[in-house]
């Protein structure tokens, strides 16, 4: 019998690189520590649980690199995407799920896989010898003794950042004769209708007011952590106030593509949008609102916001910190550690932001584990597509400062075309495109070229071909 890959950590990349190993025909043991041991930022022992926001971001597979990476999931049969396809919620141009149908589906098909063993507990040191084959999935929440045993076989400190949680409403609290539905500019998205957003709208007075009860609100501090920086995607809604009074209104709050229903006359000064966070609609959540205020002044600063002056919060917005481990260094290019060739590492952890970029790098691991553990040698998929330019960043891309030698200044990073090798804007009817037109066409000509290599990699092209 084949010898099982193990895999630590059941959150979005631990699950899919057990679901990828164990589609291969390999045997594989997920360890999640949930519920023996939990978490801040976790509520349920779901598999795959989404702790911040519910959306993974835009769907569009022409113009946006992340919509590309979700093409290319599905493509590669990703149990995430599957998932996340299943159960999505309206939101405009970007994917949202319903959290608890997405994690629950995550769950089924891996307590039900019969090449799949789950066991619930925690795994406190790096994985033992007889494992020859193991990812470390762990995220970052990893937990302490865990990270302990990380940071003293890399013989380096572990960085962390501080991810914020935002608030959730129940829809039935918010007061609609101020609020109204509408994406911003009306734009259609899977499943959605052009009218996916709850818009709360202010003046300039309302707005100012807001913006100092913010800045005057208590904060959580963790005086342990003092210099830890925030990944700028996921700043906490007041750290962008202190950066100067309009931040907000050129940021999650902008009133752009938006006209109130309820008096279409009057322009909104800014605008604060709600997203439908699960399948029944009777929770929405704060969009861009990443808070480490402490509760009490989360409900009265939120109350403030028109619309929201009677909100009931199902949860309320905290702080947490992410671990993540100089993967450029440390890791090959197939997410092996270098000190210790039979362990990978996956997810977050390595220096990827966001739940499909975690995923997708967990996908990567586990069908590199499986084709090692196979005896089938597996290149790594190429720069050009969405999935290449992310592993090329996490384990080769990143350049270090020659003004500091010796200081680590790699960071987490989203998936975007500026990952990518470069391409030229092609001509339409010979003419030269300028602006706008351009930097459009650049992106679907990344993106053609993307997904013709993707197939490649996948042998897609090959089977159709063998099949006609």
């Known amino acids: 019998m084949t010898n099982p890959v193990h895999v630590i950590g059941g959150g979005l990349a631990g699950s899919e690189a057990a679901w990828q190993v164990a589609e291969a025909g390999v045997p594989v043991v997920l360890h999640e520590m949930r ?25 569009d597979a022409e113009t946006n690199a992340v919509g590309l990476l979700h093409a290319e999931m599905r493509l590669a049969g990703s149990l995430v995407m599957a998932s996340g396809d299943a159960h999505q919620v309206p939101a405009g141009s970007a994917l949202a799920v319903d959290r608890d149908g997405f994690s629950s589906f995550v769950t089924r098909k891996l307590e039900t896989h019969p090449l799949v063993e ?11 010898a007889e494992w020859d084959q193991a990812i470390i999935a762990t995220g970052p929440l990893t937990a302490p003794a865990l990270a302990d045993a990380i940071g003293r076989e890399t013989g380096a400190d572990a960085l962390a950042f501080f991810d914020a949680i935002a608030p959730i409403v129940h829809f039935d609290t918010i007061d609609m004769d101020i609020c109204w539905f509408q ?3 009306d734009k259609v998205g899977p499943g959605g209708t052009g009218k996916d957003y709850i818009n709360c709208p202010m003046d300039r007075a309302q707005y100012e007011a807001f913006v100092a009860a913010l800045l005057d609100g208590q904060k959580t501090e963790f005086k342990e952590w003092e210099g830890t920086p925030y990944f700028d995607g996921c700043l906490p809604i007041e750290v962008m106030a202190e950066r100067g009074p309009e931040t907000l209104r050129h940021g999650p709050m902008k009133p752009m593509g938006l006209t109130n229903a309820h008096d279409p006359a009057v322009k909104p000064y800014a605008v604060v949008q709600l997203r439908q966070d699960n399948a029944l609609g009777t929770l929405y959540n704060i969009v861009g609102f990443q808070t480490k205020l402490k509760h009490g002044d989360q409900v009265r600063v939120f109350r403030t916001i028109p619309g929201l002056e009677n909100a009931e919060f199902a949860r309320l917005g905290g702080l947490h910190r ?3 481990i100089n993967s450029p260094a440390l890791l090959d290019g197939t997410l092996r550690l270098k000190s210790r060739p039979g362990l990978r590492f996956a997810g977050q952890i390595t220096g990827c932001e966001g739940y499909v970029e975690s995923a997708a790098v967990g ?14 040698p597996m290149a790594a998929p190429p720069l050009t597509t969405a999935f290449g330019a992310l592993l090329n960043h996490i384990t080769g891309g990143h350049i270090l400062s020659d003004d500091e030698p010796g200081k680590r200044s790699f960071q987490p990073m989203n998936v975007n075309f500026g990952l990518f090798p470069p391409i030229d804007a092609p001509r339409v009817e010979g003419k030269r495109l300028r602006g706008k037109e351009k930097t459009a066409a650049k992106k679907r000509a990344m993106t053609a070229r993307a997904l013709a290599d993707f197939r490649a990699w996948l042998g897609l092209a090959a089977a159709a071909q063998a099949a006609e």
């Open 35 to 59: 519920p023996v041991r939990g978490t801040d930022a976790h509520k349920t022992d779901g598999l795959a649980e989404l702790v911040c926001s519910n959306s993974f971001r835009s769907d």
């Open 363 to 376: 996908l990567m691991a586990g069908r590199f584990a499986a084709a090692e553990r196979l005896g089938r």
């Open 183 to 185: 994406s911003r500019y």
């Open 322 to 324: 992410n671990t993540y």
């Open 118 to 128: 789950i066991r619930r507990e925690e795994i406190v040191g790096l994985p033992p």
